[in-house]
């Protein structure tokens, strides 16, 4: 048989989806696995692994994944379970919720931070119900450059 082989489990770090740079996707990604964005996403990401924008990655929406590396722009909240990093090229115009927060020279920051700790069980539902959509956000409150 062609297609009958061994299935192969992804885990939480290897890259199973990657969003390409001439790509524009409108709707909501859920993965187990983690993704890498290069193009547009319109609509909500929810990611158990990582999730990294690249350079010329844009990003309207929420963003939830364990750790968010940022080298592109992001226009909604951003909740991590781990590390978000913000690159020299990295624009978030939105609130965030991490445990840790990493912000290069030159990446841009315009919102609130909240660190909290991933170990609570009601980290994710708890930070999320008392973050703004990310349409309604005032992200204006902190800005480091």
């Not at 990003?59 to 690159?87: E, F, P």
């Not at 020279?105 to 609570?120: H, I, T, V, Y």
């Amino acid at each position: 048989m062609m297609f009958k082989g061994k299935k192969h489990a992804l885990g939480l770090y290897a890259t199973d989806t990657l969003i390409g740079e001439s790509t524009l996707f409108e709707g909501r990604i859920k993965s187990e696995a983690s993704i890498r964005i290069e193009g547009q996403v319109t609509g909500d990401v929810d990611c158990a692994g990582d999730v990294t924008i690249g350079e010329k990655g844009i990003v309207k929406s929420n963003v939830i994944a364990r750790n968010v590396i940022l080298a592109g722009t992001v226009n909604g909240n951003v909740l991590c379970k781990g590390k978000l990093t913000i690159h020299s090229t990295g624009k978030l115009y939105g609130n965030t919720t991490a445990q840790s927060l990493v912000i290069a020279e030159g990446g841009l920051f315009q919102g609130m931070s909240k660190m909290e700790n991933a170990d609570s069980s009601s980290f994710e539902q708890s930070t999320l119900s008392k973050m703004p959509d990310s349409a309604q956000a005032a992200p204006s409150a902190i800005t480091w450059q």
